[in-house]
């Protein structure tokens, strides 16, 4: 049905509940994350207790699409080097993180350890393929049956929020929570909120 790269990936996540003897999980995905987990509930849905979906979209061009800005942004040449890739963090959240949350000092650290942990310049690009590739996943969405919460930041301009409005418009119950103010990022201002949503959603659903 998807691409044999969106299974593969979706098949990570379970091989993990696998060797670890779980049958079922609540899972959770952030951006192309979440259109993993989409996957996962699509092609898997008896092994997810339930889905969150943050910040992501269904794949329909007509919904999540970034501004011009931060398209132009994401299709610029990779970094090179670790000076270059932390300021090049830095610049992509001050388009589409949260305005009211930028803390350089915090995020050039985290731009750090990424860079120190797995540094691979062709990767943002093999993800946008992937993304590109993946198609639209409404049809199906709209059979999945997985308890399902759908949290967008209001101030997203990577991943429009009508992205996450159409994800919990075509899945049957689902929530859809727009957190005002919120970029493409999950600074720790909102870690409270979401942490909240995430177990009230998780705690109603009955196992």
Known sequence: MFPTVWSDMAADGLAVLDDLAIEGAHVMGVSMGGMIVQIMAIENPDRLISMTSV???TGDSDVGQPTQEAQRRIMAPPAQDR???IAGHLANLRIWG???CFDGERLAANAAEAYD???DPAGTARQ????????????ALSAVGVPTLVLHGGSDTLVDASGGRRTAEVVPGARFVLLEGMGHDSPPQYWDQMIDLVKAHTGQVVV
């Open 128 to 139: 946008m393929m992937a993304i590109i590739a993946s198609g639209s996943r409404t049809a």
């Open 83 to 85: 000076d270059a890739y």
């Open 117 to 119: 942990r797995c540094f």
């Open 98 to 100: 949260s305005p009211a």
């Open 55 to 57: 910040m992501s979209t």
